[in-house]
Nanobody, 123 residues
Framework: QVQLVESGGGLVQAGDSLRLSCTAS????????MAWFRQAPGKEREFVAA????????DYADSVKGRFRISRDNAQKTGSLQMNSLKAEDTAVYYC????????????????WGQGTQVTVSS
């Protein structure tokens, strides 16, 4: 099992920046990639960004490309999501996720999830 704990959410104004962190523990050596998803009220959970632990290969949703940056510290098994130029539509609960499956796509099939952290962007 892998446990994930997010931190760093909060209330900011449009145009501000925020950094989310995710700490993994447990059988982290079995995981291949970590990702961030988000879920806004009344909407389905959606993919935001992902990164592989070893190679650092990344993928981003079009809606955040150029504004968000995902990173990881493989030795510490921590991940971060730097969010810049935040918009009201970025308001959501953000979830950290990890998976063991090795595939080309990084946008789905995650095994482990954190509890989520709220990000609210006021316009």
């Amino acid at each position: 099992q892998v446990q994930l704990v997010e931190s760093g959410g909060g209330l900011v104004q449009a145009g501000d920046s925020l950094r989310l962190s995710c700490t993994a523990s447990g059988r982290t050596s079995s995981t291949y990639a970590m990702a961030w998803f988000r879920q806004a009220p009344g909407k389905e959970r959606e993919f935001v960004a992902a990164i592989t632990w070893n190679s650092g290969r990344t993928d981003y949703a079009d809606s955040v490309k150029g504004r968000f940056r995902i990173s990881r510290d493989n030795a510490q098994k921590t991940g971060s999501l730097q969010m810049n130029s935040l918009k009201a539509e970025d308001t959501a609960v953000y979830y950290c996720a990890a998976r063991t499956l090795v595939t080309l796509t990084l946008r789905d099939r995650y095994d482990y999830w954190g509890q989520g952290t709220q990000v609210t962007v006021s316009s």
